[in-house]
C-alpha cells in the first residue's frame, strides 16, 4: 500500500496547485486523480481569465485568495512561461440602471484592494473597443485583467510537484475512506493510499468526498457555461476583455481575446443536476449568438472554431467552502466556481497556512529543484516554428505537423517525453494546440494520433 504524510484528491488546477505547495516541504506527498491526466475536469474548460478580483465580495475569502493569487500567478507565469497577456478589461454598462451601478462597482474594486479602477465615457469605450455594438452609455476599465493560458497553468504545477516529489497517481478515483488512529486510509479502484493528511480538491465530487468523511455540509451545483471560439481573423475586434456589468445571477456573457490568438464568447450560466454534462446545446448557441450579435455585431460575421462547456462547482453559497478538521487531520476545499484558476495557488498557500495550524509540521527542503520552464503555446510569445535558432539547432522544430496551428513535430516530441505527459488526443492538445485550430484536426489527426500512440509519422 502506499503510504504518505500528504493526500491531496483531485487533480485540477487547485489540487495541482496545493500538491507543488506541499511538496517544497519536507513531507511525501501523493495527488489522487480519478482520471488519466491532470487539468482534465473544469480547468481545462473555463474563460482562462487572470482576475484582479475588483468584483469580488469584498470580505470574502475569495475576494482575498483571488487579489492574492493573482500577485502569485503572475510571477509564477514569469518564472516558468506560463502564456500571459495583461491586455484589460473594458465592463460596458448598456443601461442607464448600469451605468447607475458603475460608481458602486469602482467601489467595491477599491474594497477588494485594486484602486486602477476608472469609470469612463461612453466616446472612451468605443476609442478602446471601436468594434462594439451601438448603444454604450460608458464603462469601468480593469488594466490588469489578464489572460492566462489554463492548460499550461495546471501542467507547470503539476510538473514542479512532480519535480519536487510529489506522485501523481493517475485512475486513482477515491470511493472509499477508511479512518485509523493518526492516519486514513483512501479506497481506489487502483489500489488503497494511506495518508496522515488529506486534503480534497476533487471540484464538482467535493461534497461526495466530503460526505465519505461523514460531513453534510455542503452540496455541489453543477452550473454549466458554455463558450463559442471564434476563428483567430476576429482577434483584431477584441484587444481587450469586454465585460458586462456582473448580476445577482453571475458575471454575465463577456467577449475575450485568447492566448491562442482566438476571441471568446460566453460562458452561459444553467443549473444543471448531472455533474458530468459538459456538452453544448442549440440553446445556448442561440443565446450566446443573440448576446454577442448586441455586444459586438461585427464579430458575428467570423466564423466559429468550436465551442465547449464547462462546469462551474458552485456550492449555493456566495464564497468558498474551505474548512479544516484537525481532529481527522482533514482540509475540504470545496465551492470553488468561478475563480479557482486564479486564486489557485493562494489557495494553495492558504492550505499549506491551515493545515500547519492544525497541526501538521512543514520543515522547507533545504535544495529545491528549479521550477520548470513550460513550452509557449500562447500567441504574443515566439512560437518555435518562428525561431531560426531553434529550427538549426534542432530540425523537429521546423517540422509542422499541425498546420492550422503551427505545431511542430518537436514541440509533439517534447510534450510525449515530458515530466507529465498525455494520456490522449486531448492532453496532447492542451500542452501542444495541436488539433485546436480551423479544421479540427481534419488534417493532421491521424499523424498527430500515430505519433502519439508511438507510430512512425
Ligand atoms: C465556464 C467557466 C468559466 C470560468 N472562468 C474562469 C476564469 O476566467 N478565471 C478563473 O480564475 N476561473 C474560472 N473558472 C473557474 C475555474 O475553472 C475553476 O474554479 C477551477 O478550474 C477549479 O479547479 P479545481 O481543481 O477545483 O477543479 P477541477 O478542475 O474540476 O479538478 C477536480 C479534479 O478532481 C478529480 N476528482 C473528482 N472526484 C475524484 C475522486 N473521487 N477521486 C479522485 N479524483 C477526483 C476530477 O477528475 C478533477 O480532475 C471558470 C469555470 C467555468 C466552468
Redesign the pocket.
Known amino acids: 500500500m502506499i503510504d504518505v504524510d500528504v493526500a491531496v484528491?483531485?487533480?485540477?488546477?487547485?489540487?495541482c496547485a496545493v500538491a507543488r505547495e506541499l511538496a517544497g516541504y519536507q513531507v511525501s506527498v501523493a495527488l489522487?486523480?480519478?482520471?488519466g491526466d491532470v487539468?482534465?475536469?473544469?480547468?481545462k474548460?473555463?474563460?482562462?481569465?487572470l482576475?484582479t478580483g475588483f468584483d469580488a465580495t469584498p470580505g470574502s475569502l475569495e475576494s482575498e485568495l483571488v487579489a492574492r493569487g493573482y500577485a502569485l500567478l503572475t510571477g509564477y507565469s514569469a518564472v516558468t512561461g506560463i502564456p500571459v497577456e495583461r491586455t484589460g478589461a473594458v465592463l460596458v454598462a448598456w443601461t442607464s440602471a448600469e451605468l447607475g451601478v458603475l460608481p458602486e462597482l469602482a467601489g467595491r474594486a477599491e474594497k477588494n484592494g485594486y484602486d486602477r479602477c476608472e469609470i469612463v465615457t461612453a466616446d472612451a469605450v468605443y476609442a478602446m473597443v471601436p468594434s462594439l455594438g451601438e448603444g454604450a452609455l460608458g464603462g469601468l476599465t480593469v488594466p490588469d485583467e489578464s489572460i492566462i493560458c489554463p492548460w499550461t497553468t495546471t501542467l507547470a504545477l503539476a510538473t514542479e510537484a512532480k519535480l519536487r516529489g510529489a506522485r501523481l497517481l493517475f485512475h486513482?478515483?477515491?470511493i472509499g475512506v477508511r479512518p485509523e488512529p493518526g492516519a486514513t486510509t483512501l479506497v481506489t479502484g487502483a489500489g488503497d493510499v494511506r495518508a496522515r493528511w488529506v486534503v480534497n480538491?476533487?471540484?464538482?465530487?467535493a461534497d461526495?468526498?466530503d460526505g465519505l468523511f461523514g460531513f453534510d455540509r455542503f452540496a455541489v451545483l453543477p452550473r454549466r457555461?458554455e463558450?463559442l471560439v471564434f476563428d483567430k481573423l476576429a482577434r483584431p475586434l477584441a484587444s481587450k476583455i469586454i465585460l458586462p456589468v456582473p448580476s445577482a445571477v453571475g458575471k454575465g456573457v463577456l467577449v475575450s481575446p485568447t492566448i491562442y490568438g482566438n476571441v471568446l464568447l460566453g460562458?452561459t450560466a444553467e443549473n444543471l443536476t448531472d455533474r458530468g454534462d459538459t456538452s453544448t446545446s442549440a440553446e445556448g448557441f442561440e443565446f450566446l449568438l443573440s448576446k454577442g450579435r448586441a455586444i459586438m455585431p461585427s464579430l458575428l460575421s467570423e466564423e466559429i472554431t468550436a465551442s465547449y462547456a464547462?462546469?462551474?462547482?458552485a456550492a449555493g453559497r456566495s464564497d468558498y467552502v474551505v474548512e479544516i478538521d484537525p481532529s481527522r487531520r482533514y482540509l475540504l476545499l470545496g465551492g470553488?466556481?468561478?475563480?479557482?484558476?486564479?486564486?489557485s495557488m493562494a489557495l494553495a498557500e492558504h492550505a499549506r497556512t491551515l493545515l500547519t495550524g492544525a497541526g501538521l509540521a512543514l520543515e522547507p527542503r533545504a535544495a529545491l529543484p528549479d521550477p520548470p520552464r513550460m513550452p509557449n503555446i500562447g500567441e504574443a510569445y515566439p512560437r518555435p516554428y518562428e525561431r531560426a535558432d531553434r529550427i538549426a539547432a534542432d530540425p523537429e522544430y521546423g517540422r509542422i505537423v499541425c498546420f492550422c496551428e503551427r505545431v511542430s513535430q518537436g514541440e509533439i516530441r517534447d510534450a510525449l517525453t515530458s515530466p507529465v505527459p498525455p494520456c490522449d488526443l486531448d492532453g496532447l492538445r492542451r500542452r501542444t494546440r495541436a488539433g485546436m485550430g480551423r479544421c479540427q484536426g481534419f488534417y493532421c489527426g491521424a499523424e498527430v494520433a500515430a505519433l502519439l500512440s508511438g507510430a512512425p509519422g
Not at 464547462?310 to 462547482?313: E, H, T, V
Not at 470553488?336 to 486564486?343: D, E, H, N, V, Y
Open positions: 484528491i483531485g487533480g485540477g488546477v487547485v489540487g489522487l486523480e480519478a482520471r487539468g482534465d475536469g473544469t480547468s474548460a473555463n474563460t482562462a481569465i482576475h486513482h478515483r477515491v480538491a476533487a471540484g464538482l465530487h461526495v468526498i457555461g463558450l460562458p464547462g462546469l462551474r462547482a470553488i466556481r468561478s475563480t479557482g484558476l486564479t486564486a
